[in-house]
């Protein structure tokens, strides 16, 4: 039992991709794989075991570390849980294409992904759900300044996630 826990533990580690080759660990490449990527998944404590949820986001780094902006109905599953713990893990990847091969055992995927922990909270403060929603229009459209309606920020849930851990590899 103590050396599953150790395992688990060793397992947990960053620094412990078994596939070195696939690794990556510049901040600015992981930055562009996150720039490339269509939508985040939410992982969150829930009662009975982990709830999961695709999400649009928008993201920026700010002192060396990610932040993603996720905006949502201000009710809901996802927003409970999230009251109730606000530590949570994220992932976001991108499929780039199937490579065939003469035997099954020969296929496999192209890809790129981020995975990662961090700490997620619904913000409150009217600036910085505007900039949020920005940024999160920002990301699909690549422009920044849109007018967003008060009444709209009103009724929308702003969910502010800052990395604690973060991962990337890329095949
Ligand atoms: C590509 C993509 C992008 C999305 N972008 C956004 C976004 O930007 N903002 C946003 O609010 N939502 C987005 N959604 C929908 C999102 O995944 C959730 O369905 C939604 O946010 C409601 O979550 P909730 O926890 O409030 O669920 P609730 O409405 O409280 O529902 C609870 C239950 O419904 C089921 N459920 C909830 N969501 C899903 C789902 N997606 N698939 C299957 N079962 C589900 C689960 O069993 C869950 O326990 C997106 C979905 C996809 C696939």
């Given at each position: 039992?103590?050396?599953?826990?150790?395992?688990?533990?060793?397992?947990?580690?960053?620094?412990?991709?078994?596939?070195?080759?696939?690794?990556?660990?510049?901040?600015?490449?992981?930055?562009?794989?996150?720039?490339?990527?269509?939508?985040?998944?939410?992982?969150?404590?829930?009662?009975?075991?982990?709830?999961?949820?695709?999400?649009?986001?928008?993201?920026?780094?700010?002192?060396?570390?990610?932040?993603?902006?996720?905006?949502?109905?201000?009710?809901?599953?996802?927003?409970?849980?999230?009251?109730?713990?606000h530590?949570?893990?994220?992932?976001?990847?991108?499929?780039?294409?199937?490579?065939?091969?003469?035997?099954?055992?020969?296929?496999?995927?192209?890809?790129?992904?981020?995975?990662?922990?961090g700490i997620?909270?619904?913000?409150?403060?009217?600036?910085?759900?505007?900039?949020?929603?920005?940024?999160?229009?920002?990301?699909?459209?690549?422009?920044?300044?849109?007018?967003?309606?008060?009444?709209?920020?009103?009724?929308?849930?702003?969910?502010?996630?800052d990395?604690?851990?973060?991962?990337?590899?890329?095949?």
């Amino acid at each position: 039992m103590h050396d599953d826990i150790s395992l688990m533990a060793k397992r947990t580690d960053n620094s412990l991709m078994r596939r070195k080759d696939r690794e990556v660990t510049d901040r600015e490449e992981i930055a562009a794989m996150i720039a490339g990527m269509d939508t985040i998944r939410l992982a969150m404590n829930a009662e009975d075991g982990p709830y999961i949820v695709p999400l649009s986001f928008g993201a920026e780094e700010v002192d060396g570390r990610f932040i993603f902006y996720m905006h949502s109905a201000i009710s809901g599953r996802k927003i409970e849980l999230i009251g109730l713990s606000h530590s949570v893990g994220f992932e976001l990847d991108k499929a780039n294409g199937l490579v065939a091969g003469k035997e099954a055992c020969e296929f496999s995927m192209r890809y790129q992904s981020v995975i990662g922990t961090g700490i997620a909270r619904v913000i409150t403060d009217g600036q910085e759900k505007l900039h949020g929603m920005r940024k999160i229009m920002e990301h699909y459209t690549s422009r920044y300044d849109w007018d967003i309606p008060e009444a709209v920020l009103t009724h929308t849930a702003i969910i502010r996630l800052d990395e604690e851990e973060i991962s990337a590899k890329r095949y």
